[in-house]
């Protein structure tokens, strides 16, 4: 089964923020981008793509066939996707350990796995 794996990044500290980044050690830095490249790198993982800063969103909506759009994102910043990733395992728990390993997880964000709707 595949399964999204969509990070929220919530007040995980990033390299975007370099305040919050700074106060991680120069050994928990490299512990993060490590991390990161070792999920890429597992067996079944597609890797996503790092998103903008959800400032940079525009959401779309169409109300009465006319097309709204608003600047930033529709949830609260700290609900925002940071990133995703797609796994192809053999069950859910595989999936679950494997967000598991995602920083973000750990760092006061949340990964949420979604199965892919087949067929």
Request: a negative charge.
């Amino acid at each position: 089964m595949k399964y999204m794996l969509l990070i929220h990044q919530g007040d995980t500290p990033t390299p975007r923020d370099p305040d919050a980044w700074g106060k991680l050690s120069e050994d928990e830095q490299k512990a993060v981008y490590a991390d990161y490249q070792a999920i890429n790198q597992t067996p079944g993982v597609t890797p996503g793509v790092q998103m903008q800063d959800p400032e940079t969103a525009t959401t779309v909506r169409v109300e009465d066939g006319k097309t709204l759009t608003t600047d930033g994102p529709f949830v609260e910043i700290k609900e925002a996707i940071g990133g995703y990733f797609f796994f192809e395992a053999d069950d859910l728990d595989a999936a679950i350990e494997l967000a598991s390993r995602i920083p973000a997880a750990r760092m006061g964000g949340a990964v949420e796995v979604r199965p892919a709707k087949e067929g």
